[in-house]
């Protein structure tokens, strides 16, 4: 889990992304990000039960999209808001798919 510093918790705060943010998408992930005026990046990471129906399951992702985001950190200062479209098993596609994203990023 990542400190409170890092995280996006507040309804507001998603929907400014939401409304205001740019879209990166692939087939398995839609990332949606705005630059803040922190000093440091803030994440969201949501799985609807329409992806994964089990509670558990749905926790397992987003565990491992959390993983790979925190050995993947981005280096600037954004609010990043991550939507899962599919279920993707293999840590290492999650990990290869965030780094693409940081890639089309910078």
């Known amino acids: 889990m990542f400190p409170r510093q890092y995280r996006l918790k507040k309804k507001k705060d998603f929907e400014g992304v939401y409304k205001k943010g740019k879209t990166i998408s ?8 705005i630059e803040n005026d ?13 992806v994964l129906n089990k509670a558990v399951k749905r926790n397992l992702l987003k565990r ?7 050995n993947n950190f981005p ?32």
């Open 26 to 33: 692939n087939e398995y992930f839609l990332f949606k990000f």
């Open 38 to 50: 922190l000093e440091n990046p803030r994440i969201g990471i949501i799985v609807s039960r329409r």
């Open 64 to 70: 491992r999209i959390r993983e790979a985001i925190r």
């Open 75 to 106: 280096e600037k200062n954004i609010d990043l808001v991550i939507i899962a479209r599919k279920n993707i098993e293999n840590y290492q596609e999650i990990e290869t798919l965030i780094k693409q994203f940081y890639e089309r990023l910078y």
